[in-house]
């Protein structure tokens, strides 16, 4: 049972560089979302997908974007790292909106910008 | 613009204790608010509420919600260190609104 796969689980980048977050789920969930966390903070949606195809803006998405060509994968692309940047990032998947099923999460990616 | 927020922002209790964490929300499409419990690192889910007065329970947490005051509570008794983690706060509506959490320490 994989749910929802995240890679790398690490990451150190200079400022300006750019970098691929991977997201897959192996659920056959429709939704599919990039949150990030702050250090005591809690989770700021960046993007969301509702499908293949479909995706669309959270609260953060300045600086990010996503792309669902299929049901299964979620990339997040950093294309200018900045130290802003710096953070947890987590992928998640539910099987209809989040509002009637519980979000199933990735393991997080936790990534430095210096 | 939706909001959650949680109190307190942390918490440090002795095992055997019983601890209420809050979550107060403005929402414009109410659906449901969900509890997660957060360890090391990804969050895990805990309850999922929608409707007021009903209270969820399992095994010494329990949670219950009031949607005319707005508001969710968390409790935990009987505390075991095992309980030490961020407990975070969504409230689904147009997307999920998590709120910035309570961190709970519980010491031996």
């Known amino acids: 049972n994989a749910g929802v796969t995240q890679t790398p689980k690490f990451r150190i980048l200079k400022i300006g560089q750019s970098m691929t977050l991977q997201c897959t789920q192996d659920?056959?969930?429709?939704?599919m979302y990039w949150y990030r966390q702050d250090p005591g903070m809690g989770l700021k949606l960046i993007y969301y997908s509702v499908g293949a195809g479909i995706t669309d803006k959270g609260e953060v998405p300045n600086g990010y974007n996503v792309s669902r060509s299929t049901t299964e994968d979620f990339p997040l692309r950093l294309e200018l790292a900045a130290p802003s940047q710096t953070s947890v990032y987590f992928c998640a998947s539910s099987y209809d909106h989040g509002g009637n099923e519980k979000l199933f999460f990735g393991s997080g990616t936790q990534l430095s910008v210096l | 613009e939706d909001k959650v927020v949680q109190s307190p922002l942390s918490l440090v209790v002795h095992e055997g204790d019983t601890v209420t964490l809050n979550c107060s929300y403005e929402v414009t499409n109410f659906r449901s608010l969900l509890w997660y419990k957060q360890e090391k690192k990804a969050p895990t889910f805990l309850f999922m509420l929608t409707s007021s007065g009903i209270e969820k329970k399992s095994g010494r947490l329990s949670s219950i919600l009031d949607k005319k005051e707005l508001f969710s509570i968390l409790n935990i008794t009987a505390t075991q260190t095992g309980d030490s983690a961020i407990y975070l706060c969504a409230h689904a509506g147009n997307m999920l609104t998590f709120g910035g959490g309570t961190r709970l320490m519980v010491k031996p």
């Open positions: 659920m056959n969930h429709n939704y």
